[in-house]
């Protein structure tokens, strides 16, 4: 009966598919490269966002060997506003690994992908899913979410499902499906249905008792939040973007007292949590400090 159900379950999301598939560049070109910009784009990220960011990162660093001899400030002036700009820099250190010890070329190999900073499980089963054509499971939060509701009924499976049951279902899943369509399915149909509080009449699995959460959904219950987020809005995380921003806009280093300008309605005089914003974007290597100046990147790049 479980096997009769796993192969409904990709028969249907195939079908789904088929009629609603959405093209990304990183799955279409086959391109180790490209699939892994991609994935790093993508995380914690709109969609409508990482294809800005994807396209015009490809456009300034078209190849891995591009990306390794790039100045990081470049780096990080074309991540732009992107958010979360470390993703810029281990990007740029995992291109550098790659030159340096690999040949100039990304490694297919799981642990070796490991390796790269910035990389993980996610991150490595996308370059080989979709960069090598490599028969791998993916596992973002969609997919968590649509196989913890269909298979073991839970309501929020980020909190509630072992991500090690989780993997096995998935695996068993992968082994009746077509690797890339299945993982780009299910990925697609989390984003687009299966979301955190799901549309379950519209859902493709909710009927004939296929999805073990949709009845309790259809009752009323609804999915525990995953955690609450901060206001954006004056959070020192908006701060460390604008200062970043008025880095961006100049090509010679800028004075800490000119930062401290552009800022003057956001700290309110408040030199102290001013001194550990700054502190903090050094610490990781999006700003160097040096005579009272700073600069995009690493101070060894700045100087």
């Known amino acids: 009966m479980e096997r009769q159900r796993e192969?409904?379950?990709?028969?249907?999301l195939a079908s789904w598919y088929a009629d609603n598939m959405v093209e990304f560049p990183w799955r279409q070109s086959q391109n180790p490269?490209?699939?892994?910009?991609g994935a790093v784009c993508t995380q914690q990220t709109q969609m409508s966002r990482a294809i800005e960011t994807y396209s015009r990162w490809i456009e300034a660093f078209p190849t891995i060997a591009d990306l390794a001899d790039a100045p990081e400030e470049e780096v990080?002036?074309?991540w732009g506003r992107s958010g979360y700009p470390r993703r810029a820099i281990y990007l740029k250190r995992a291109a550098e690994v790659c030159c340096s010890e690999y040949g100039g070329v990304i490694p297919c190999d799981e642990l070796e992908l490991l390796s790269l900073p910035g990389v993980g499980p996610f991150t490595a089963g996308i370059v080989r899913c979709f960069g090598f054509g490599i028969q791998t499971l993916t596992v973002d939060t969609n997919v968590i979410r649509i196989l913890g509701r269909v298979f073991h009924g839970d309501l929020q499976p980020v909190k509630e499902t072992a991500i090690d049951e989780i993997r096995l279902i998935g695996e068993t899943l992968l082994g009746l499906s077509e690797g890339e369509?299945?993982?780009?399915?299910?990925?697609?149909?989390?984003?687009?249905?299966?979301?955190?509080?799901?549309?379950?009449?519209?859902?493709i699995f909710s009927t004939e008792q296929l999805c073990l959460a949709a009845d309790r959904f259809l009752s009323g219950e609804r999915a525990a939040t995953v955690?609450?987020?901060?206001?954006?809005?004056?959070?020192d995380r908006e701060l460390r973007g604008k200062v970043l921003e008025?880095?961006?806009?100049?090509?010679d280093p800028v004075a800490i007292a000119?930062?401290?300008?552009?800022?003057?309605?956001?700290?309110?005089?408040?030199e102290e949590r001013f001194e550990a914003i700054l502190a903090g974007l050094e610490k990781d290597s999006l700003i160097w400090r040096s005579e009272q100046r700073a600069g995009l990147g690493t101070i060894d790049a700045g100087q």
């Open 7 to 12: 192969a409904e379950f990709v028969d249907r």
């Open 227 to 235: 955690g609450e987020s901060k206001p954006f809005s004056g959070s």
């Open 258 to 270: 000119k930062i401290t300008v552009e800022l003057r309605t956001d700290l309110d005089q408040d």
């Open 76 to 78: 990080l002036r074309i």
């Open 33 to 37: 490269y490209h699939a892994l910009v």
């Open 181 to 203: 369509q299945f993982n780009a399915a299910v990925m697609d149909f989390g984003a687009a249905v299966c979301t955190s509080q799901p549309r379950c009449t519209e859902c």
């Open 246 to 251: 008025v880095l961006r806009g100049q090509r």
